[in-house]
């Protein structure tokens, strides 16, 4: 099994550019979120999914948008690029109903916004 | 609401020494707390993890942290660093509701360095 998979890696953007994130799982897992992780701040949840068809925002959502029209795919937005979003994105799957289980994070993808 | 306090943002430990991670949660109900090692230009991994039962949770590399209600506290340890365990360490403690989609609420992380 794969996991998670991010793509890209790594991207630079201009402010104003906008972009697709994408994650992929191949767990069945009925939970997706995206965190960004910023020096000093751990990590911040940005959007979520608890299955298909159903998303709602996290901490710090603000020009990101998402969707869920399959179990394993959950792409990330941004709209229009602000340095501000300079930061590493990743994103976790968990078991349906995992409250106790754990997270399993992809490798990240490292924006710089200039 | 929940939340997680790790406390010092880096630690430094000699090869050898004993490492000792700190956190504190805030929970009004019993809490599933984890911890997550993030190595450089990685995701993060899974160390350990509590939710039930015994109070002393063992993970993986040699660490394991203790649940204590009392103190509100799941500090990570291990008795003698390697020169592998520098990184990131991060607490973390799970939402509780289903309906929230899992949500984990991360501490600040504490970058652990080791000194040969």
């Known amino acids: 099994n794969a996991g998670v998979t991010q793509t890209p890696k790594f991207q630079v953007l201009k402010t104003g550019q906008s972009m697709t994130l994408q994650c992929a799982q191949d767990?069945?897992?009925?939970?997706m979120s995206w965190y960004r992780q910023d020096p000093g701040m751990g990590l911040r949840l940005i959007h979520y999914?608890?299955?298909?068809?159903?998303?709602d925002q996290g901490e710090v959502p603000n020009g990101y948008n998402v969707s869920r029209s399959t179990t394993e795919d959950f792409p990330l937005r941004l709209l229009s690029a602000a340095p501000s979003q300079t930061s590493v994105y990743f994103c976790?799957?968990?078991?349906?109903?995992?409250?106790?289980?754990?997270?399993?994070f992809g490798q990240g993808t490292r924006l710089t916004v200039v | 609401a929940q939340s997680v306090t790790q406390l010092g943002s880096h630690v430094s430990v000699s090869e050898g020494a004993l490492v000792l991670l700190r956190c504190n949660y805030s929970?009004?109900?019993?809490?599933?707390l984890f911890w997550y090692v993030q190595y450089p230009n990685q995701g993060l991994q899974l160390l350990l993890k509590?939710?039930?039962?015994?109070?002393l949770v063992k993970g993986i590399n040699g660490f394991e942290a203790e649940f204590k209600k009392s103190e509100t506290s799941f500090h990570l340890t291990k008795p003698s660093a390697h020169m592998s365990d520098a990184a990131e360490y991060f607490c973390?403690?799970?939402?509780?509701?289903?309906?929230?989609?899992?949500?984990?609420?991360f501490g600040q992380g504490t970058e652990l360095s080791v000194k040969p």
């Open positions: 976790a799957s968990r078991k349906t109903g995992g409250v106790e289980t754990e997270a399993f």
């Open positions: 999914s608890v299955g298909a068809g159903i998303t």
């Open positions: 929970s009004s109900v019993p809490p599933y």
């Open positions: 509590y939710t039930t039962g015994a109070t």
């Open positions: 767990m069945n897992h009925e939970y």
């Open positions: 973390a403690v799970s939402e509780i509701w289903a309906n929230q989609g899992g949500k984990l609420i």
